[in-house]
């Protein structure tokens, strides 16, 4: 099989959103400037990667609906997961708002290997790149506004008007929620292709109203 080299850590950089939220603001900036650095080589890796499971493919980061679909099925079937201990789930538990408690949202019982965030990851700076190719005032750039995805590296555009549709994307975390999602068997309302066919729907619109 192809190594992958695996180049995000638990434990060691900044998987969830609480880690980077967590992070001060020239650690942020490091992380981001090593994804931006990385880049070139991650996506070489994708590609042999997504290549090594699907010979006969011919796969090429060609941002095309099919390149995309693809590689949504290689992430899929290359989730690795980890079984919680009970020692972890009750850290999870008490690591998060008593509402969720209450309400008893059910933990993830399964973790996922350092390999499978970084395949994750890769293929959020694809999509992300993917969105850059459709609208090219959209760059990759460090969240830095107080919300849920403060500290990530983003894909943004600007806009001449404050008002939506807004296009502010964090691959990152949308990637790394979707292999928990698989590894724990929980479906999303929404599959990938179609959060993609969303965005490109919002860069139509935007381009619109940016002239």
Known sequence: MIAYHEWIRFGHDPVYAKDFY????????????????????????????VQYR??????TPDFTDGSFQ???????ESVEK???????VEKVRDGRSDILNIIDEPIWRWKVTDRTISLAFDAALYFGNDLIDKEDRMIWRLEERLNANRFQPIVRAPSKINKPP???VAPFDLFRSHVF????????VYSLEQIRHHWMQNISRYKLLQR
């Open 22 to 49: 967590a992070l001060t603001r020239a650690e942020a900036q490091a992380f981001a400037t090593k994804v931006i650095e990385a880049m070139p080589e991650r996506i070489q890796q994708l590609t042999e990667f």
């Open 181 to 188: 999602r698989i590894a724990n068997g929980d479906p999303h």
């Open 82 to 88: 980890i079984p919680r201990s009970n020692a972890e």
């Open 166 to 168: 807004y296009l502010c």
């Open 54 to 59: 699907r010979p006969r493919q011919g796969w």
């Open 70 to 76: 693809v590689l949504v099925e290689v992430l899929h």
